[in-house]
């Protein structure tokens, strides 16, 4: 009953590799967002989908790209893998895009080390 | 421009002690929302509580209370009589009616130590 889950927990791979992580939520929310935590465990959001069409595209390298297949889904593709790109990833959703329906759920994270 | 400032990067205290951690917050707009989220060392984000900007009314949840007050741009968080449970990194967050993202504090580590 997890409301929202990503898969892999953890990924490590090496730079140049192209590598997916996979988002779920089962709250029935609208709206889902990627957000990168770095080592200094700052916060930053990368990509926001609104039923399934993206709203927020924050200034993140073309190598990433969401991809939201339906409402409940939000994945993240990376393409050419760099060390700098090593962070934990989380997704998060929220009932709607804005105002009072903007509290986000987050999942646990998925931990990418690149070598 | 918006932004969130928790000026504690690290606090430590002994169990039982209360404590209290601040969060300074910078926006144009007249509806924002801000909220504090817990990250503890298992690693997942933890949703606390929302504040809508036209409510100043305090919280109190358990042990934990909220104190926003829009003159000084501030929601603080206090844990009173805190237990080792409560060591985590906790993160302000503000969001603004028209975005959605949130824009989080660089976070708090607390320590409660037996």
């Known amino acids: 009953d997890t409301a929202v889950s990503q898969t892999p927990k953890y990924l490590v791979t090496q730079m140049g590799n192209d590598k997916s992580i996979k988002c779920e939520q089962n709250?029935?929310?609208?709206?889902m967002y990627w957000y990168k935590q770095d080592s200094k465990k700052f916060l930053k959001i990368m990509f926001s989908?609104?039923?399934?069409?993206?709203?927020i595209n924050e200034t993140v390298p073309n190598r990433f790209s969401p991809k939201s297949p339906d409402k409940a889904h939000l994945n993240l593709h990376i393409n050419s893998l760099e060390l700098g790109d090593s962070a934990v990833y989380f997704c998060?959703?929220?009932?709607?895009?804005?105002?009072?329906?903007?509290?986000?759920?987050f999942g646990p994270g998925t931990r990418l080390t690149v070598l | 421009a918006q932004k969130v400032t928790q000026a504690q990067t690290e606090i430590s205290v002994v169990e039982k002690e209360d404590v209290t951690l601040d969060c300074v917050y910078e926006?144009?707009?007249?509806?924002?929302?801000l909220f504090w989220y817990k990250q503890p060392p298992s690693g997942e984000l933890v949703f606390l509580i929302r504040?809508?900007?036209?409510?100043?009314q305090n919280e109190i949840s358990g042990r934990y209370s909220w104190n926003f007050q829009k003159s000084t741009s501030s929601f603080n968080f206090t844990i009173t009589a805190s237990q080792v449970v409560d060591s985590a990194v906790y993160f302000c967050?503000?969001?603004?009616?028209?975005?959605?993202?949130?824009?989080f504090g660089q976070g708090t580590e607390l320590s409660v130590k037996p």
């Open positions: 998060a959703s929220s009932q709607g895009p804005s105002g009072r329906e903007n509290t986000q759920y």
């Open positions: 709250l029935g929310h609208d709206t």
């Open positions: 989908y609104n039923n399934k069409e993206l709203i």
């Open positions: 926006t144009r707009d007249t509806t924002y929302y």
């Open positions: 504040r809508n900007s036209f409510d100043e």
């Open positions: 967050a503000l969001s603004y009616n028209q975005g959605g993202k949130l824009i």
